[in-house]
């Protein structure tokens, strides 16, 4: 086989595809960010504690209840994005008509709050939680063993991102979504709610969070810091890819995962501050994002 | 909560009994600015009532209140007798009022097809698709086009056709004319004509004092947020010097 | 995010330089009583505790120079706090430099990673920007994380304070805590010059208004990148001095939770306020003092201290003070 750079191509491969599964992750979170940030104007960063909560809900789900991974996949967004919502009904709404940055300051209480609960009665130790016995094993590439949960996580990621581009897009609870987006007063003004659609929107958002912990909960251990880290990122892919912005979410997601994967290989000092760099980069050229509109 | 509309049906006549909408003693504010003034206004089921004034006299302001849209508001606002003064803008709609704001308040970033789509229908009876493709051939060949990409008037056949899909029987359409080429006023007033025959109750605010004089039962004139004066079409020639004064033409 | 707006009416006007004669005696009361408590407080509290206070406060000060003054919420100043950490523990432990030259290498850092960062971030405004410094400073972050100048998870320990003037010798809390008293005045006082100097004002006209000012031709950017410097420089200065305090630098000094604490204290304080930051600074580390046998419930409280701030107490204790005093503090 060839080599690149004097690079084997199963170390690249192998790269990429892990670059492949931090993007799934990425793109996840960022897409909920987006949607959030869409209609709502804020930065949620409760983000990343809401993530970890999908992974804990999934655990305890499991632990307590006996729950597989099959249900929490969908029990644990539904309880976490229930909690969004009420987050977003008792706290975010009395806040809507100022700054939006005392949001993104009572997020960040939040996720102290979420992170200390779960610090306090779990520890910060890792919770493991097993692989699914369907998607164990690996397959044989021919140049690489690719863990089958591996790539499950990939499938489930494109799916849920396409699912929801879709339902935004091509739907007409999506088009209520893009016109309150856009103009939220003449959309009232048809009748519409749009203090549910704003509720709803943010529980989906977080649901998207909570659904990434639950992929997350059998490959990372299920700590109560897990979300801590990875949000950051996220942030920084939302910045490049625009923020709001669908499109900017899912391929700025999935592409700095396998740019950051790249960069494993070919300079593994810049691995985790590469897409800070190319943050830096797109602002001083396109401050609104690749996708972004203008601002 | 679902209001169904008890409409007098195509073709009534203005019955002057009716009342579709009755504003009394509506007062508004921007914030800490005292905007309107005691509004008084009355329109009947199947009339076309127009609110002259000049620039910032109040009159889109007069629309928002009405539609609920203006967030500090006091006085008496009764639509077919019941009481919204109080009431959001989303339940307004919902008991039948069709909005066509002076900005056209189309969305950029859907299509023409979503945009006409977007209002949930809140009453039985109106226009479906084909009606409106026959009323606005235009729009049946930019179905796909995105909102941000039509011309003005274009925008503004769209801001009127989605009310008519909705049925909605009174609408509140705010200065449709305006910054429209001849040709398209002239579509427009042919549009509000078949409304009104069509047994549509229509407020309508305007600038454009000709357009409004072709088309409507009566016309009150706003000036510094307040009513300042009446009168029914068939008296507007005889006081067209006062009419022209308070206009400022 | 502005707190403070300067109204006037004629009748205020008229009573303007009374007003500003009264608040002035007021400013001179304050310091009055911070410079008391910073020469008495050793007798009764911990010098270790008074100085990590004394940190604490001049950083709130230098972050609400750039939120309360400058408008921007900066999400990063970690990262110029505990960068300038590592240069001071560096200088002083690896090139064994006195404490003087050690802090003033940290707060050369501190502004040259302010010019660094700026220079990209203040484009940018409101949310953007706070994402924007988040993301940069996590950038130091990781660095300080994997380098081996940082010394990684262990940090830099036991950091030697060295000799003041290599003549003065520091090495006791007692002895250390009257250059940090210093440190700490010098840095207040700079601020309030900053703040009431004609560049103050420039800066509290952008805040109000800031198309104003670009039409009335001012070079807007440039004076929201002068301020970020400056506010770097004093987080450095206060980061910097911390170090050699705790002999520690480590990283969490430059994570984002000690960003988001200094948010905590300037918001508890009052934003836009003069002296706010200090009394925040106060309350956050007395808290975390007395709490911090709980654990993981310090985190739990402080959240909850952030959520009840934003949701009904945005004007902080020293806004809520002035407005009762009817004065600016």
């Not at chain 3, 501190?110 to 950038?139: C, D, E, H, P, W």
């Not at chain 3, 980061?239 to 204290?265: I, N, P, R």
């Amino acid at each position: 086989m060839f080599e690149l750079l004097g690079i084997p191509p199963q170390a690249l491969f192998g790269q990429v595809l892990l670059g492949l599964i931090n993007g799934s992750f990425y793109a996840v979170l960022s897409l909920g960010l987006a949607v959030i940030f869409g209609l709502l104007n804020i930065i949620n960063f409760a983000h990343g504690a809401l993530y970890m909560m999908g992974a804990f809900v999934a655990w305890m789900l499991l632990t307590y209840l006996g729950i597989p991974f099959w249900a929490a996949l969908v029990v644990s967004p539904m309880i976490v994005g229930g909690i969004g919502m009420v987050i977003e009904r008792t706290m975010l709404r009395p806040l809507h008509d100022l700054d939006h940055l005392y949001s993104l300051l009572l997020t960040f209480g939040l996720t102290l709050v979420i992170t200390g609960l779960f610090q306090n009665f779990y520890g910060v130790s890792g919770k493991p939680y097993p692989i699914p016995a369907v998607l164990t094993g690996v397959v044989n590439l021919g140049f690489m063993f690719l863990p089958i949960y591996r790539a499950f996580i990939i499938v489930m990621a494109v799916i849920v991102c396409f699912a929801t581009w879709f339902l935004i897009e091509k739907t007409r609870l999506g088009s209520y979504l893009r016109a309150a987006t856009e103009n939220p007063e003449m959309v009232s003004a048809f009748g519409i709610n749009v203090p549910l659609l704003v509720t709803l929107t943010y529980g989906f958002g977080v649901a998207l969070a909570a659904f990434a912990g639950v992929l997350a909960a059998p490959v990372y251990s299920v700590n109560p810091v897990m979300g801590n880290d990875i949000i950051i990122v996220v942030f920084a892919v939302i910045v490049i890819g625009g923020m709001g912005s669908i499109m900017g979410a899912i391929i700025g997601g999935f592409g700095l995962g396998v740019v950051e994967g790249l960069t494993k290989v070919f300079y593994p000092e810049a691995s985790t501050t590469i897409i800070f760099i190319i943050m830096a980069l797109v602002l001083l050229l396109k401050p609104s994002g690749i996708f972004g509109r203008e601002v | 909560m679902t209001h169904t509309i008890e409409h007098t049906g195509p073709g009534a006549p203005a019955a002057q009994s009716d009342t579709m909408l009755e504003v009394s003693g509506l007062n508004g504010w921007y914030g800490e600015s005292h905007v309107l003034h005691d509004i008084n206004l009355r329109v009947g089921s199947g009339e076309v009532v127009t609110l002259l004034g000049r620039n910032g006299a109040g009159k889109t302001t007069t629309l928002k209140a009405i539609m609920g849209l203006l967030k500090t508001r006091s006085g008496s606002i009764r639509f077919q007798g019941h009481e919204v003064i109080d009431t959001p803008a989303r339940s307004i709609a919902k008991m039948g009022v069709g909005y066509v704001p002076d900005d056209r308040g189309i969305f950029g970033s859907l299509s023409v097809l979503e945009n006409l789509l977007l209002p949930p229908k809140v009453a039985e009876g109106g226009f479906d698709l084909p009606d409106i493709y026959e009323l606005f051939p235009n729009l049946q060949e930019r179905l796909d086009s995105y909102g941000n990409k039509l011309s003005g008037g274009e925008q503004q056949m769209l801001s009127i056709a989605r009310i008519l899909r909705t049925g909605a029987r009174f609408v509140l359409m705010d200065e449709p004319t305006e910054g429209l080429a001849p040709v398209i006023i002239h579509q427009i007033g042919h549009t509000v004509r078949r409304l009104k025959k069509a047994g549509f109750t229509i407020l309508l605010v305007e600038q454009n004092f000709h357009f409004a004089r072709e088309l409507a039962d009566r016309h009150y004139i706003v000036q510094e947020g307040r009513i300042i004066d009446e009168f029914r079409n068939d008296e507007v020639t005889e006081n067209l010097d006062k009419i022209q004064g308070y206009l400022g033409i | 995010m502005t707190q403070q707006t300067e109204s006037t009416t004629p009748a205020q006007t008229q009573n303007k330089s009374s007003g500003r004669n009264r608040t002035t005696r007021h400013h001179m009361i304050a310091f009055g009583l911070i410079a008391a408590f910073v020469v008495i407080a050793p007798q009764f509290l911990y010098p270790v505790f008074v100085m990590k206070l004394l940190c604490f406060a001049l950083f709130a000060m230098a972050f609400n120079l750039m939120l309360g003054f400058g408008g921007l919420l900066s999400f990063g100043h970690a990262a110029f706090f505990g960068g300038a950490a590592y240069a001071a523990g560096h200088a002083a432990k690896v090139w064994g430099w006195p404490p003087e030259l050690a802090i003033a290498f940290a707060v050369l850092v501190g502004a040259a990673m302010g010019a660094a960062f700026g220079f990209v971030a203040i484009k940018s405004r409101g949310i953007y920007f706070a994402m924007i410094t988040l993301a940069f400073a996590q950038m130091v972050y990781f660095y300080a994380l994997q380098s081996p100048v940082t010394g990684g998870e262990d940090g830099l320990q036991s950091i030697p304070r060295n000799s003041l003037f290599g003549l003065v010798d520091l090495s006791s809390d007692g002895a250390f805590y009257w250059l940090v008293a210093v440190i700490f005045m010098i840095g207040i006082l700079f601020v309030y010059r900053v703040i009431h100097s004609p560049f103050g004002e420039v800066l509290k006209g952008i805040r109000e208004n800031e198309q104003r000012m670009i039409s009335l031709g001012y070079q807007v950017q440039r004076y929201k990148l002068v301020t970020f410097i400056i506010s770097a420089a004093l987080s450095g200065l206060a980061g910097g001095t911390k170090a050699l305090v705790f002999h520690l630098a480590s990283l969490v000094d430059v994570h984002w939770t000690m960003s988001g604490e200094v948010v905590l204290m300037t918001l508890i304080g009052g934003m836009g306020t003069i002296f706010g930051p200090i009394i925040g600074a106060g309350v956050i580390v007395a808290m975390q003092n007395y709490l911090a046998d709980l654990g993981s419930l310090v985190l739990i409280v402080q959240g909850l201290v952030f959520i009840v701030c934003v949701l009904t107490f945005r004007e902080g204790i020293i806004g809520v003070l002035a407005k009762w005093l009817k004065t600016r503090l």
